[in-house]
């Protein structure tokens, strides 16, 4: 059964940092990998998506890596503004196209 | 991309009575899904929504519970019946579509739900 865990829980870092937010996953079969945002009350916003056979994904400030055959996914958010305070979900889908989630990393940048 | 409206976006409910979730899309989407993140939890999927046939459940899930309509490609119910206190939680509809890119999945804004 797989299993997705983030690390860490919750992130608090000022303004114009890189960081690294991390996914981890217990069954390598996977069919992609995607990363999301969640804003309280708007849902969430697809950031990233990995096929299986796909080393990284780039979009503006956020790149997001996957080596499947460690179970690891990192999403790296280069100089960090408080518009990107969220939370962070990271979910694998299986062959079957279903999506497992992860709880999330909850980041604050401040100004 | 697809723009997802929902309704309600939050209540209050009491135990014992039941809710509908409205769930509705600006384009025609081939595949509807309904998700429920429990407070602390992840998210997770309870029903895929099937255009003119019933829900596919996820175990755990039954219909007597969630009870699930889609009559077209646009729009979609989610009823959570007879509450008790265990069902407060987001409940968020997403749709896929293999014309909007990727495969990946598109949310709508959830609905928060308390149940007394």
């Known amino acids: 059964k797989q299993e997705v865990t983030q690390i860490p829980a919750a992130l608090s870092v000022p303004e114009g940092e890189n960081l690294v937010l991390n996914c981890s996953f217990t069954?390598?079969?996977?069919?992609?990998l995607q990363w999301f945002r969640q804003d309280p009350g708007k849902g969430l916003t697809s950031l990233l998506l990995i096929q299986s056979s796909q080393r990284e994904q780039t979009s503006g400030r956020l790149n997001a890596s996957l080596d499947k055959s460690s179970g690891r996914s990192t999403l790296y958010i280069a100089a960090s503004q408080p518009g990107d305070s969220a939370t962070y979900l990271c979910?694998?889908?299986?062959?079957?196209?279903?999506?497992?989630w992860g709880l999330g990393t909850s980041l604050a940048v401040n100004p | 991309s697809a723009v997802i409206s929902q309704k309600p976006s939050r209540d209050i409910c009491q135990r014992g009575t039941s809710l509908t979730i409205q769930c509705q899309v600006d384009s025609q989407v081939t595949m509807m899904f309904w998700y429920r993140q429990q407070p602390g939890q992840s998210l997770t999927l309870i029903a895929t929504a099937n255009q003119g046939s019933e829900a596919t459940y996820e175990s755990g899930f039954v219909i007597d519970k969630f009870p699930i309509s889609r009559p077209n490609l646009t729009f979609s119910t989610l009823t959570v019946s007879n509450m008790s206190p265990e069902d407060s939680s987001i409940y968020l509809c997403s749709v896929a579509h293999p014309l909007l890119a990727r495969e990946t999945q598109y949310f709508g804004p959830g609905t928060r739900l308390l149940v007394l």
């Open positions: 979910a694998v889908a299986g062959n079957n196209r279903k999506l497992i």
């Open positions: 069954d390598s079969a996977i069919y992609n």
